[in-house]
């Protein structure tokens, strides 16, 4: 078993969301300010997250956070 699926995550990193730009995959996803969130996830699906509650973790993993077509704001990554 891998116990990484399994612990809480370990970092965090604010993330500016950008088009281009892909990070190291992500754990979680905190949301600072509620909205929309499009990423790519990690199998490599784009997707956007409607209306995501603020002050939450969100358990996403993924590789990239769009600029356009995301509306949160205070994003933080956790691995």
């Known amino acids: 078993m891998d116990i990484s699926s399994i612990t809480p995550p370990a970092t ?3 993330i500016t969301p950008a088009d281009a730009t892909y990070i190291t995959p992500t754990r979680g996803v905190y949301v600072g300010v509620s909205g929309d969130l499009k990423v ?3 199998d490599g699906t784009a997707v956007t997250f409607v209306g995501l509650a603020a002050g939450v973790i969100h358990p996403i993993v993924c590789v990239l956070i769009y600029d356009t077509g995301t509306t949160a ?3 933080v990554a956790l691995r």
């Open 12 to 14: 965090a990193e604010a």
């Open 40 to 42: 790519i996830m990690l």
């Open 73 to 75: 704001t205070s994003i």
